[in-house]
């Protein structure tokens, strides 16, 4: 079946770096998406990679490898705000284009 | 532009009752989808609609069903309502539900089935 796994939790220190990553077994999608959603609030786009390579914006970076099936966001200059769940998601065109997104990541930021 | 909408945010239910949920897209946008929201189970995808017609459905049973009006407004409706029915309903619109459009989420509806 389609899965999109996610490490469920992640720390990180003010100011820091952190990459959250997404590994994939479906057999083919459009492009990978992440969001960003906030306790209590609602999941908000970050980014999208439509090709391989690194798609950058401002502090966010995400990636995607189709060979490797595997992608990943990457966070700099961490701020106490990131504090959040991240999700990667996927438009899967071997299932009907049903959208598949991945367990979450929730990121902690410490002082 | 004003935002996704949903109404109502919370519902309180009884096992057994049918509740219905709303959404209003984005203007000019034409693609709504539906997501429940649990803690165990992250998000996950009930169906899509577009221009009126569903266009993809998520797994799960026919209690659950939606619909999409000419202004593109959406309703899902649950009947026989189970305790494992308690989640956040969220929908997101979308321009067109391309790949490569970006889907933007509503508040959610908090569903608590009692």
């Known amino acids: 079946g389609q899965s999109l796994e996610q490490p469920s939790e992640v720390t990180a220190v003010e100011g820091a770096i952190v990459q959250i990553n997404c590994t994939y077994q479906t057999s083919g999608f459009y492009g990978l998406s992440w969001y960003q959603q906030h306790d209590g609030g609602a999941p908000t786009f970050l980014s999208y990679n439509a090709l391989d390579g690194l798609e950058e914006t401002g502090r966010f970076s995400s990636f995607l490898s189709r060979s490797d099936s595997y992608g990943y966001l990457l966070l700099q200059e961490l701020q106490m705000k990131d504090s959040a769940s991240y999700f990667c998601?996927?438009?899967?065109?071997?299932?009907?284009?049903?959208?598949?997104f991945g367990s979450g990541t929730r990121l902690s930021i410490r002082p | 532009k004003a935002g996704v909408t949903q109404t109502p945010r919370y519902l309180i239910k009884t096992r057994g009752q049918q509740v219905t949920l709303s959404c209003s897209p984005i203007?000019?946008?034409?693609?709504v989808s539906w997501y429940q929201q649990t803690p165990g189970q992250g998000l996950q995808f009930l169906f899509e609609?577009?221009?009126?017609?569903?266009?993809n459905k998520g797994n799960f049973p026919g209690r659950f069903s939606g619909r999409q009006f000419s202004n593109s407004r959406s309703e899902m409706n649950v009947s026989t309502l189970e305790l494992g029915d308690s989640a956040l309903y969220l929908c997101a619109s979308s321009l067109e539900g391309l790949a490569t459009d970006t889907q933007y989420f509503g508040p959610g509806t908090r569903l608590t089935v009692l």
């Open positions: 203007s000019g946008h034409r693609s």
């Open positions: 998601a996927v438009r899967d065109y071997s299932s009907a284009s049903k959208i598949i």
């Open positions: 609609y577009f221009s009126e017609t569903q266009r």
